[in-house]
C-alpha cells in the first residue's frame, strides 16, 4: 500500500511527487498516469510562459519560486547534470492595455513592485521607441517584468517525472474510476484495470478530470474544461528579442524559433470535453487582433494550429488547492488552474508536499486557494490581466 497515491502525472502531479520525496525520502508515492505520452494532459499544450505579473500575492510568489528552480535546475531535480533543457528564453513579460486600464495598471504595478517583482513602467512615448514594431497609438502605459520568460512545458514536465522516478515515485499506466469515501476519508481508489489501491493520502491532480473525482469525494468545484487554441506562425522580421506580450483583452504573442507563438484567449468560451479542429477562430479573430498590435504581421504563414483545455475555475479563476476540511481529510485536490498551471508547477507540488509531511503550508501560504472560499463563493480573482 503506498503512502500517497497521486491521480495524475502531469506537471502538477510529478512536482507534488518530486517534492513529497525531497521532503521525505521512503515515502511510498504512486503515480497514476493513464497515458505516459500525455497526448491530453494540459502540460504538453501549454506556451510555457512565467511571469510575476500577478496581483495576489500567492501568485507572484508561486511564480518567483519557478524563477529559483529555473536557475538551479539541475540542484533542483538533482538528475546528475542529466536533466532536460529547460530552454529558457528570458525575454521579459510585456502588458499592454489602453489607456482606459491605466489605474487598474498602476495599482497592480504598486503592487508587484511592493512585492519585489522587477518590473518597469513604461510610459506610452518609451513603448513605441522600445518597440517599434508595436502599434501604440490606442494604448496607455504599459508594464515590463524582464526576469520572467517562457520555457519547454515538455522538459519541465519530463524533468519532474525523472526527477520523482529517481528518488522512487513509482507511476503506473492506469486510470482512477472511482473512490470509496467512508469515516471522512477515502479509503480505496478504484482503477479502470479493476483493481483497487488504498492510500494514506490521495491526492487529486488530474487536470480537467480532476472534478469529477473530487465530486465523488463530496467537493464539488466550479472548473471546467475550456478549450483553448495556440498557433504557430511565421512572418517576415525579427522577432526573436521580444517579450511574451499580453493585453486585457486575451491576446497572447511570444517570439518560438524563426516565428512567433500566438493565442487569443476569450474566458467566454464555453466549457466543451471537444477541441476545435479548423482555423476559423485563427482567421476571424486571432490574426485581426495580431495583426492590430504587430501591422507587419498583416502578412504572415499559419504553420499549425493546436489546442488543449484550460481547467478553468468559473468562480475566480485560480486554483484549488487542498481538502475539504471535515468531509474528507486525506484527499487533495489540485485543480482549475485556468492557464497558470505550468508556471506554479513546482510551488504547488511543494505545497501539497508540506500538508501531508506539516499538516500545513510552511513556505507560500495557500489557504486563500483553499476550498473554504468555494462553499463561500467569495471569489479570489486576479485584478486585471489575467
Ligand atoms: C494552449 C494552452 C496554453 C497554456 N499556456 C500556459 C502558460 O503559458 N503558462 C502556464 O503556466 N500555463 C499554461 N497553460 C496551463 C497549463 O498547461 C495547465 O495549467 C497545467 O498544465 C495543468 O497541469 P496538470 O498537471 O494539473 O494537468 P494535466 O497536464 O492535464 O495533467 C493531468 C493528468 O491527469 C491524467 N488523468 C486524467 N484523468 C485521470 C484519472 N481518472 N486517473 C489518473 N490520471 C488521470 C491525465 O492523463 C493527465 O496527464 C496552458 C494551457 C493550454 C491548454
Not at 214 to 225: C, N, R
Not at 290 to 304: E, M, N
Request: proline share 7%.
Amino acid at each position: 500500500m503506498p503512502d500517497v497515491l497521486i491521480i495524475g502525472g502531469g506537471c502538477i502531479g510529478s512536482a507534488a511527487a518530486l517534492h513529497l520525496l525531497k521532503r521525505s525520502p521512503g515515502t511510498a508515492v504512486t503515480v497514476l498516469e493513464p497515458d505516459p505520452t500525455y497526448t491530453e494532459a494540459a502540460t504538453t499544450h501549454a506556451t510555457g510562459g512565467v511571469r510575476q505579473l500577478f496581483t495576489r500575492p500567492e501568485n507572484i510568489e508561486l511564480s518567483r519560486y519557478t524563477l529559483e528552480v529555473i536557475a538551479n535546475w539541475q540542484d533542483y531535480l538533482g538528475l546528475d547534470g542529466t536533466a532536460p533543457d529547460l530552454a529558457w528564453k528570458e525575454n521579459g513579460y510585456l502588458f499592454v492595455a489602453p489607456p482606459e486600464h491605466t489605474a487598474t495598471f498602476e495599482r497592480n504595478f504598486a503592487t508587484q513592485v511592493e512585492l519585489g517583482v522587477e518590473a518597469e513602467w513604461l510610459d506610452p512615448g518609451e513603448l513605441t521607441q522600445r518597440y517599434p514594431f508595436l502599434l501604440t497609438d490606442d494604448l496607455g502605459p504599459a508594464v515590463l517584468s524582464p526576469r520572467d520568460g517562457w520555457l519547454d512545458p515538455h522538459s519541465l514536465l519530463h524533468g519532474l517525472r525523472r526527477a520523482a522516478q529517481r528518488l522512487g515515485a513509482e507511476y503506473r499506466t492506469d486510470r482512477a474510476v472511482d473512490l470509496t469515501v467512508r469515516g471522512g476519508r477515502v479509503e480505496a481508489v478504484q482503477l479502470e484495470s479493476g483493481s483497487t489501491i488504498e492510500a494514506d493520502w490521495v491526492i487529486n491532480a488530474a487536470g480537467v478530470r480532476a472534478p469529477q473525482l473530487a465530486e465523488l469525494a463530496g467537493m464539488p468545484v466550479p472548473v471546467d474544461p475550456m478549450p483553448r487554441q495556440e498557433h504557430y506562425v511565421e512572418a517576415s522580421g525579427d522577432y526573436t528579442a521580444m517579450p511574451f506580450i499580453k493585453d486585457p483583452y486575451g491576446l497572447a504573442i511570444r517570439s518560438e524559433g524563426e516565428g512567433l507563438s500566438v493565442g487569443l484567449v476569450d474566458f467566454d468560451t464555453p466549457a466543451s470535453r471537444e477541441l476545435p479542429r479548423d482555423n476559423s477562430h485563427f482567421e476571424e479573430r486571432v490574426w485581426p487582433a495580431l495583426a492590430h498590435r504587430i501591422p507587419s504581421l498583416d502578412a504572415l504563414r499559419l504553420k499549425s494550429t493546436w489546442a488543449g483545455h484550460y481547467d478553468q475555475n468559473r468562480l475566480d479563476g485560480n486554483m484549488i488547492i487542498g481538502n475539504r476540511p471535515g468531509t474528507v481529510d486525506n484527499f487533495l485536490t489540485a485543480c482549475g488552474f485556468s492557464g497558470h498551471g505550468l508556471m506554479h508547477a513546482p510551488g504547488v507540488g511543494r505545497a501539497l508536499a508540506e500538508l501531508i509531511v506539516d499538516g500545513d503550508y510552511t513556505t507560500i501560504d495557500l489557504t486563500r486557494f483553499g476550498y473554504q472560499r468555494i462553499i463561500d463563493e467569495e471569489p479570489y480573482q486576479e485584478l486585471g490581466v489575467r
